[in-house]
């Protein structure tokens, strides 16, 4: 009933810059929250950043280099990635919660994951 695509991963060497972006489609009445997680090999994982209506959350580990973004009009979520570095190698998924048409959910949605890969 939803589908979010991710875009923008990639391979860049540390110090460099990515800009993630994910779209979400389907039967949407509303979204009421959407934000990243990755997931590193051999980890578990875990919240990227985040963004709703009452502000935005972000890992310690990104703050001052990562900058998420929505679009609202577009459905659309961005993750600006500066001054990446090899940790932030990992599998980066979108997630939304989305309320949908004839007043379903809210429920959680997945995108497929994009891979970043910072070398050294």
């Known amino acids: 009933q939803v589908q979010l695509v991710e875009s923008g991963g990639g391979s860049v060497q540390a110090g460099t810059s990515l800009r993630l972006s994910c779209a979400a489609s389907?039967?949407?009445?509303?979204?009421?929250?959407m934000g990243w997680y990755r997931q590193a090999l051999g980890k578990q994982r875990e919240l990227v950043a985040s963004i709703m209506s009452g502000g935005i959350n972000y890992a310690d580990s990104v703050k001052g280099r990562f900058t998420i973004s929505r679009d609202n009009a577009k459905n659309t979520v961005y993750l600006q990635m500066n001054s990446l570095k090899p940790e932030d190698t990992a599998v980066y998924y979108c997630n939304a919660e989305v309320k949908l048409s004839y007043d379903r959910g809210p429920y959680r949605y997945w995108g497929q994951g994009t891979q970043v890969t910072v070398s050294s």
């Open positions: 389907g039967s949407i009445s509303s979204i009421n929250a």
